[in-house]
């Protein structure tokens, strides 16, 4: 028995990475799906929103809710409630010194800011040349946080503005930022703005850009509430995107242990259809997405 286990040890030695290496493709094969997705369309009407999230409860479809990345919340604003409504984040913005360079700040839920400077080329060597004139920021920070100037040097110090390298490291501010008023400083500064929420519709995003002349001079970016529902057809789950704004994105995932690998065009566009139905959404705007087809890399 004792010869026989030592004949055995070597065999199972070499099976066991095989059985592994096996198993491990065999998941990624699994998992490793086919998908379709969609453009974005807008539905038209803030009340889709609330209504698909009641409708997909009642027609028992699974359904998460995401409030999207971090951000502030900044109260009241006027012109933007009734584009936005009231609960909704501003994530980031930027704030252009020239075509190509800016200094962005980003916003944490606890109300700190993290700001930095930028350049359009993220690879080339920032110089200190390249900073804007130290009172173009400091007028940035007095409306942003109402800091006076003792405070501003704590963060942008007044000696050797133009070669200290403290001023090419993220810095956090610890102080709420008024975003009500620095909007309404850029719409003062600017000629005119877009608000673009089609990039990310379905998912809670939107932009607002401001421009003087054809030159941008900055951009805030906002979030609302979204939802992710979804609903499994055979082998194949059909994602419904959709957020406060009433804008909607679609996905399919296809499991590749399937051995179905695409689907019809008519078909999936008639289950979307079926889901739109279900959901309290007008079935005739899914002839309004495109969808592309994409694969996993197994």
């Known amino acids: 028995m004792i010869k026989n286990r030592k004949t055995l040890l070597p065999i199972f030695v070499l099976l066991v990475p095989v059985v592994l290496f096996g198993g491990f493709i065999f998941m990624l094969t699994c998992y490793d799906p086919a998908f379709y997705h969609s453009n974005g369309v807008n539905l038209g009407s803030p009340e889709y929103y609330t209504h698909a999230i009641s409708s997909a409860k009642e027609a028992g479809y699974d359904y998460s809710i995401n409030d999207g990345p971090g951000g502030v919340q900044p109260g009241l604003i006027e012109g933007l409630d009734p584009r936005l409504g009231s609960d909704f984040r501003v994530n980031s913005m930027d704030l252009y010194y020239s075509n190509s360079s800016w200094f962005s700040v980003s916003f944490s839920n606890n109300g700190n800011s993290t700001f930095s400077f930028w350049d359009e080329d993220p690879l080339a060597q920032y110089r200190p040349e390249d900073l804007p004139e130290r009172e173009w920021v400091v ?130 566009r008639a289950v979307f259809k079926r889901i739109f139905t279900d959901l309290g959404l007008p079935p005739e705007k899914v002839d309004e997405f495109e969808f592309e087809y994409g694969e996993g890399f197994w």
């Open 139 to 268: 007028n940035k920070f007095k409306i942003m946080y109402d800091m006076n100037e003792k405070e501003i040097e704590a963060y942008l110090p007044a000696e050797n503005w133009e070669v200290n390298d403290i001023f090419f490291e993220q810095v956090t501010i610890t102080r709420p930022p008024n975003i009500a008023a620095i909007r309404r400083h850029l719409l003062e500064e600017s000629t005119s703005s877009t608000f673009d929420a089609e990039n990310s519709a379905g998912k809670g995003g939107s932009t607002e850009t401001f421009y003087n002349g054809s030159e941008k001079i900055g951009s805030i970016r906002y979030f609302v509430p979204a939802a992710e529902i979804s609903f499994k057809e055979g082998s194949s789950t059909y994602t419904v995107y959709i957020d406060r704004l009433g804008g909607v994105s679609l996905y399919i995932s296809l499991r590749s242990i399937s051995s179905q690998k695409t689907i019809p065009e008519k078909e999936y």
